[in-house]
Structures are given as structure tokens and as C-alpha cells.
């Protein structure tokens, strides 16, 4: 099943926590954490006998402000790790790779072995 909103997962060592809608705040707070990035304009001013003064300004601008995180397209993932840049992906279901039937076939055969009883509890009283 497609997700109607773009997913934000915020990787860390302990957790990973989907976003999948949200208030401007959290928007906020995304851009926040992306971080930001310096934006250079140039500018030319020609004075009134043709003389000409050249300057550079240095701006600090987000890297993603908020309505570019709120306008992601559907099933678009945006994932933040520590030690990386923001990531903009797709991810596709597991259910979609070409060895799906032995990902699910695996699957079932760690959840039967998960739905048995720890090897000490065998045979203790009910």
C-alpha cells in the first residue's frame, strides 16, 4: 500500500522514527536539523561617470526550508543519518524485488522459530 505522504526517517544508532505528516513546526525542525548552506551573490553597481564596483555578499539559507520538505512528492523518503548529508530516495516494497518469494518464505520460517517456546521454558508447569 502506497503511503500518501512523503516518509522522514530520522536514522540513529538507537531508533529510526518515520514522519509521515505534520505541522509547520515539524517542518521547521527538519530544515533545522538538514542544516544550512551558504549561498554567494554577486552584485555590479556602475556609478554615474561609468566607474564600476563589484561586491560579494555571503548569505547562510536552509538546505531544505520547509515547503520543499512538505511538497516532496508522494512516496518520496527523506532520510537523516548522522554522519551524512540528507538523502532524498525512493523505496520500494520488499515485496516488489525479484527475490520476494524467498524473503517471504524466509520470513515465515523466522516466525514459526519466533512462536516457540524459549528452550528452558519446555516442560515447566502450566
Do not use: N
Not at 18 to 45: C, F
Amino acid at each position: 500500500m502506497a503511503h500518501r505522504f512523503a516518509t522522514v526517517i530520522i536514522r540513529s544508532v538507537q531508533c529510526s522514527q518515520p514522519v509521515r505528516s505534520g505541522t509547520a513546526s515539524r517542518y521547521h525542525d527538519l530544515t533545522t536539523l538538514i542544516g544550512e548552506r551558504d549561498e554567494i551573490t554577486d552584485s555590479t553597481t556602475v556609478g554615474d561617470h561609468g566607474s564600476r564596483s563589484a561586491q560579494r555578499s555571503i548569505r547562510r539559507v536552509p538546505i531544505m526550508p520547509p515547503d520543499v520538505i512538505r511538497t516532496l512528492p508522494f512516496d518520496t523518503d527523506l532520510i537523516l543519518l548522522r554522519a551524512a548529508p540528507p538523502i532524498v530516495t525512493r523505496l520500494r516494497p520488499w515485496t516488489s524485488r525479484p527475490d520476494a518469494k524467498t524473503l517471504r518464505d524466509q520470513r515465515t520460517e523466522i516466525e514459526t522459530v519466533l512462536q516457540q517456546p524459549p528452550p528452558e521454558a519446555t516442560g515447566a508447569p502450566k
